[in-house]
């Protein structure tokens, strides 16, 4: 994998505007955790994505949308506990066919009203998607959710999420995690990113990437939701899905290397991250 052929594809044309680089829509927020939504938007963002809307629940929405001038923020329908509800869903599907790419997770909750609604989307949306956090939780015991996602998906499980969603055993060497991430991306047809230490990239049709870049200091809530964002601003750039995806955890984690020298892994917060973007796209581009 040829990480720097990859990232020129991402090269912009004199006449480029907005709307040629990709319209994502992120899912995500509740009350609580409304800074994963700011996270995963501003990972979009940061990556390059033209028009990023956030959609939300009403009952956080001024919160979210007081935050960061760049991010569009919809507001939709709540749940009494501030979480997305069903009734929100004609809504969301609407919207959905006027965006590029869908990143679906980030601290939606797992709310039983909500998790129903994620796993009604993931199977009658059209868009490409990134799932993440909560979207994967929707999937625990309900897999078959996942069937009309194949071709179109990349899931981006931590290791404790990818054992509760596929079963198995799983360790910290890199032969089982590889093994694994390629036996489920193949079985389910989606890319799959495998998170942690080396994190591991599968394709449907057997690649693999073993990703080089990152640090203990990264282990700090929301990374992964950084990370979410990104992947789908990359697809949304025109990228194939395990092509995004192993651009997307490479960036990250050189992003996290170039934090952690300023900044020290004990201090690194998901914030850190997003400040460090443009330094690691552009070390990559002048490299």
């Known amino acids: 994998m040829n990480i720097h052929s990859i990232a020129n594809?991402?090269?912009?044309?004199?006449?480029?505007?907005?709307?040629d680089m990709g319209r994502v829509f992120a899912l995500a927020g509740s009350r609580g955790m409304t800074g994963a939504a700011n996270l995963a938007g501003m990972g979009a963002l940061r990556s390059g994505a033209g028009l990023v809307t956030v959609g939300v629940p009403d009952a956080v929405y001024l919160i979210i949308a007081k935050r960061e001038s760049e991010l569009m923020v919809r507001p939709l329908p709540s749940t009494?506990?501030?979480?997305?509800?069903?009734?929100?869903?004609s809504e969301i599907k609407r919207f959905c066919a006027t965006?590029?790419?869908l990143a679906i997770g980030p601290?939606?909750?797992?709310?039983?009203?909500?998790?129903?609604?994620?796993?009604k989307i993931l199977q009658e949306t059209e868009l490409p998607?990134?799932?993440?956090?909560?979207?994967?939780?929707?999937?625990?015991?309900?897999?078959?959710?996942?069937?009309?996602?194949?071709?179109?998906?990349?899931?981006?499980?931590?290791?404790?999420?990818?054992?509760r969603?596929?079963?198995?055993?799983?360790?910290?060497?890199?032969?089982?995690?590889?093994?694994?991430?390629?036996?489920?991306?193949?079985?389910?047809?989606?890319?799959?990113?495998?998170?942690?230490?080396?994190?591991?990239?599968?394709?449907?049709?057997?690649?693999?990437?073993?990703?080089?870049?990152?640090?203990?200091?990264?282990?700090?809530?929301?990374?992964?939701?950084?990370?979410?964002?990104?992947?789908?601003?990359?697809?949304?750039?025109?990228?194939p899905f395990f092509?995004?995806?192993?651009?997307?955890?490479?960036?990250h984690g050189l992003a996290g290397d170039k934090?952690?020298?300023k900044i020290g892994q004990i201090s690194l917060t998901a914030g850190d991250l997003l400040s460090f973007l443009p330094d690691a796209f552009q070390s990559l581009a002048g490299s």
């Open 259 to 261: 934090a952690v020298k």
């Open 129 to 163: 998607l990134v799932i993440d956090a909560d979207a994967l939780n929707a999937l625990k015991g309900n897999l078959e959710a996942l069937k009309p996602c194949r071709d179109r998906a990349v899931l981006t499980p931590h290791p404790g999420e990818f054992l």
């Open 243 to 251: 092509e995004a995806a192993c651009l997307g955890v490479y960036i």
């Open 99 to 101: 965006q590029d790419v």
């Open 9 to 19: 594809k991402l090269k912009r044309s004199s006449t480029t505007h907005k709307g």
């Open 165 to 239: 969603l596929f079963g198995g055993k799983l360790d910290a060497t890199d032969g089982l995690r590889k093994e694994r991430a390629m036996e489920i991306a193949r079985k389910h047809q989606i890319a799959l990113v495998l998170k942690g230490r080396h994190t591991v990239v599968a394709s449907p049709e057997g690649e693999c990437y073993i990703n080089p870049t990152g640090n203990p200091g990264m282990a700090t809530a929301g990374s992964g939701d950084v990370l979410t964002g990104m992947i789908a601003a990359l697809i949304g750039q025109g990228l």
């Open 80 to 89: 009494n506990k501030g979480t997305l509800s069903l009734g929100g869903f």
């Open 107 to 119: 601290g939606l909750s797992q709310h039983i009203t909500t998790q129903k609604l994620i796993r």
